[in-house]
């Protein structure tokens, strides 16, 4: 009786699971509203949306991930030109007549499970198509920003957009003609947006992207970097920020209509989350962070006593002057790996620190030692220029010509305040050297953005093509802190020096010419006790006589007094 109880229920057991797991594998989008999807391994998820308004003329698709790439395709198994494989995919749909529902799939390319926010935008017959005139790219329409990465910069591209058409009308065309009517009207926004620093987490990824995913998101809480015309290339460089998440978008507008529609946002970190050599979670390498650390005291050392202690503010001006043109040379014209270039800059350094000592002991020119050291705060004083808005100009960034003749003159010009106040620039100098060079250290162990001062100078010497890239940086919580420890250090040690060296020599005299002095003193002054003091050699051959001759008895040696 039990078998044939089960023979009946088992069919319809099979069809409850059978309905539950097509319920599982589907997922129903409401447009505008976002919504978190979770891909399991060898999993198809079918993406639908429902009662789509009879204006409506395209709509958007897309979906993000925190790192795994995800395959959204037009139909369930993918097939040429119909799907895109990315982190940050998206697909536009254009409409036909009376329809009003529509089905994507989400699958994962690599066989590995992953977690998603998707979300549909709808747009009419009078928004631009978002890569409408595509023909760079694998699908007919392309709404997605491509972007690429290396240790220097980060470049996006995307295809122009077509004028908007109504359901199921023909598209413009987008080569025929130039005129006001057609696609060459059309303007292109580049919008950038820093996720929070030192956060690698989906929930803040996920939070951006749901923030500026529409135009009015990006126009609002992003910002716009740069507007490209029809005429010019769709592509945009900027700097490479590893561990810190980027949103970057586009907001194609017609300026004729007043009407806007935004390409699928794409997201980095400018570095790897499965990669051992650049990871996201394991910034920075132990070489960077022992030759920081130890930069970082030295630093604090110049700032509060550099002054008092010449010889060691020369060594450490000299050491960083010549560790940093040599890592420039190295990078540049060799293929050596960092840590190997990273421990030859610091064994030229010691050497040019070493010199520039010696230079100041032997012939004591002090001005010519301030020269270098002048030439130090005028490397930070254009780094800091270079390094807010003026350093994202069209005339810098369009050639390199003007950017380091500016360079260079900012950086000569500050040594000349050294001929007439040599002992108040050279200790100012102590402070603001020393006091960035503790916020390097900082660096080394909690990234700041303040870092990218120095940082930017050296990939433009480092790479010829960085002269294009857009250098702004984010400038957060933990970024002012340290603006602020910048200050109060430099301030402190300035101040602190100012008044302990007040009362005393500009600089120290040299110690050769002392010796020399005092040598020459010696033989002219008969009155001297040291004057009638054996030469060197004289008194070591004595000393010798000494430890080796005979030791005599003991007894009285003086005549007797009668």
């Known amino acids: 009786m039990s078998g044939w109880i089960w023979c009946l229920l088992l069919p319809l057991l099979l069809l409850i699971c059978n309905s539950h797991t097509q319920v599982e594998n589907q997922v129903v989008l409401l447009p505008g509203i976002f919504q ?21 003329a395209f709509v958007i698709l897309q979906f993000h991930t925190l790192h795994h790439n995800a395959t959204l395709s037009y139909t369930k198994f993918p097939g040429s030109g119909l799907f895109v494989n990315a982190v940050d995919a998206g ?96 303007e292109y926004d580049v919008y950038q947006y820093f996720l929070p620093e030192n956060d690698l987490s989906e929930r803040s990824l996920f939070s951006g992207i749901q923030a500026v995913a529409d135009p009015r998101g990006m126009a609002l809480r992003g910002k716009r970097i ?42 980095t970190y400018a570095c790897s989350f499965q990669s051992r050599l650049d990871n996201c979670q394991i910034q920075g ?10 930069a970082g005291l030295a630093g604090l050392l110049v700032c509060f006593c550099g002054h008092r202690f010449f010889k060691c503010e020369l060594f450490c001006m000299g050491f960083s002057f010549a560790a940093f043109f040599f890592f420039v040379l190295i990078t540049r014209f060799n293929s050596l790996e960092y840590d190997i270039a990273l421990a030859l800059a610091a064994v030229i350094g010691a050497v040019g620190g070493v010199l520039l000592v010696m230079s100041w002991w032997r012939f004591g020119s002090v001005m010519a030692c301030i020269v270098v050291v002048g030439l130090m705060l005028g490397f930070m004083a254009a780094s800091v220029l ?29 040594p000349l305040f050294f001929v007439r106040w040599p002992r108040e620039g050279n200790i100012t100098t102590c402070g603001v050297v020393g006091a960035y060079a503790v916020l390097l250290a900082v660096n080394a162990y909690h990234y700041t953005s303040l870092s990218f001062i120095t940082l930017n100078i050296l990939k433009r010497f480092i790479n010829t093509n960085y002269s294009a890239v857009f250098t702004n940086v984010p400038l957060q919580t933990f970024d002012y802190i340290m603006m602020t420890v910048w200050v109060v250090l430099g301030i402190s040690g300035i101040a602190l020096q100012l008044i302990r060296e007040r009362s005393r020599p500009f600089f120290p005299p040299s110690p050769y010419l002392m010796w020399l002095q005092e040598r020459e003193r010696r033989k002219t002054n008969v009155l001297d006790p040291s004057h009638h003091f054996p030469p060197l050699h004289n008194r ?5 006589r000494q430890l080796t001759r005979r030791m005599e008895p003991a007894g009285e040696h003086t005549p007797l007094l009668l």
């Open 386 to 414: 270079m390094f807010t808005p003026l350093g994202d100009l069209d005339v810098f960034r369009q050639s390199n010509t003007v950017f380091w003749a500016t360079f260079c003159c900012v950086m000569f010009l500050v």
């Open 91 to 186: 697909l536009l749909s254009p409409l036909l007549p009376g329809q009003a529902s529509l089905s994507l799939f989400l699958s994962s390319p690599a066989g590995a499970s992953f977690a998603s926010t998707g979300v549909i935008l709808l747009y009419s017959s009078t928004d631009p198509v978002p890569g409408g005139c595509n023909i760079e790219f694998n699908l007919e329409v392309d709404p997605n920003v491509h972007l690429h990465y290396n240790l220097y910069e980060t470049a996006i591209s995307f295809a122009p957009a077509n004028l908007g058409y109504v359901r199921g009308g023909p598209p413009p065309s987008c080569d025929t003609t130039t005129g006001a009517d057609t696609r060459w009207r059309l």
């Open 226 to 267: 740069q507007t490209l015309s029809s005429a010019d290339v769709t592509r945009a460089v900027f700097n490479s920020i590893p561990g810190q998440g980027v949103i970057y978008s586009v907001i194609v507008r017609d300026p004729v209509l007043n009407t806007s529609a935004s390409y699928v946002p794409v997201h």
């Open 36 to 56: 978190n999807v979770n891909v399991s391994l060898n999993e198809s998820v079918q993406a639908t949306v429902s009662g789509i308004p009879r204006e409506v």
């Open 285 to 294: 390498k132990i070489s960077t962070k022992i030759f920081f650390t130890i």
């Open 540 to 544: 070591l051959m004595a000393r010798a």
